[in-house]
T-cell receptor, first 109, second 113 residues
Framework: GDSVTQMEGPVTLSEEAFLTINCTYT??????LFWYVQYPGEGLQLLLK?????DKGSNKGFEATYRKETTSFHLEKGSVQVSDSAVYFC????????FGTGTQLKVEL | DAGITQSPRHKVTETGTPVTLRCHQT?????MYWYRQDPGHGLRLIHY???????DKGEVSDGYSVSRSKTEDFLLTLESATSSQTSVYFC????????????FGSGTRLTVV
């Protein structure tokens, strides 16, 4: 069935480092794709989305491009901050999302 | 989060007792969901609703029931709480169609002792 696979964490980076969190999907058709972020003690928040192939979603310095050829939606940020430390979830659109374990990011000074 | 609230935020209960968690939305969204989040398992869908009185099971529905008597409220009931149901429970809302993401509540931390 349709699924999403994202890289295992935790990922530990120094402040101002470049971030990539890989995400690939399988799906029939062309679903919308999303990244969510969860800060400690909070619910998930929608970070960015892309609704069709080649779309680029962006928010708060994060970007992800919907790549139909590679069925990927990798999350990137050019310079991470300590405040970006959180768990990140990649998901495909639909009426009944199934979440993976997410990728924990820890940014250190 | 704005437009969706969960209550209570924290609860401790004893094994064998019934527990009801409430999710309330002011967004008039059609879809509502209950997830549980546990270390090493991510988020797992318990039940969801696609309209008033229309509900369906998710992947971990055993031991849980839900009710939706009006658009804004979605109740999750643990019929007889067990220690394995100690978890953080999240409610989410959405609208059908491409491009709609989910809005999550702040969660309910439930401890069954």
């Amino acid at each position: 069935g349709d699924s999403v696979t994202q890289m295992e964490g935790p990922v530990t980076l120094s402040e101002e480092a470049f971030l990539t969190i890989n995400c690939t999907y399988t799906a029939t058709g062309y679903p919308s794709l999303f990244w969510y972020v969860q800060y400690p003690g909070e619910g998930l928040q929608l970070l960015l989305k892309a609704t069709k192939a080649d779309d680029k979603g962006s928010n708060k310095g994060f970007e992800a491009t919907y790549r139909k050829e590679t069925t990927s939606f990798h999350l990137e940020k050019g310079s991470v901050q300590v405040s970006d430390s959180a768990v990140y979830f990649c998901e495909r659109g639909g009426n009944k999302l199934t979440f993976g374990t997410g990728t924990q990011l820890k940014v250190e000074l | 989060d704005a437009g969706i609230t969960q209550s209570p935020r924290h609860k401790v209960t004893e094994t064998g007792t019934p527990v009801t968690l409430r999710c309330h939305q002011t967004e008039n969204h059609r879809y509502m969901y209950w997830y549980r989040q546990d270390p090493g398992h991510g988020l797992r869908l318990i039940h969801y609703s696609y309209g008033v009185k229309d509900t369906d099971k998710g992947e971990v529905s055993d031991g849980y029931s839900v009710s939706r008597s009006k658009t804004e409220d979605f109740l999750l009931t643990l019929e007889s709480a067990t220690s394995s149901q100690t978890s953080v429970y999240f409610c989410a809302i959405s609208e059908p169609g491409q491009g709609y993401g989910y809005t999550f509540g702040s969660g309910t931390r439930l401890t069954v002792v």
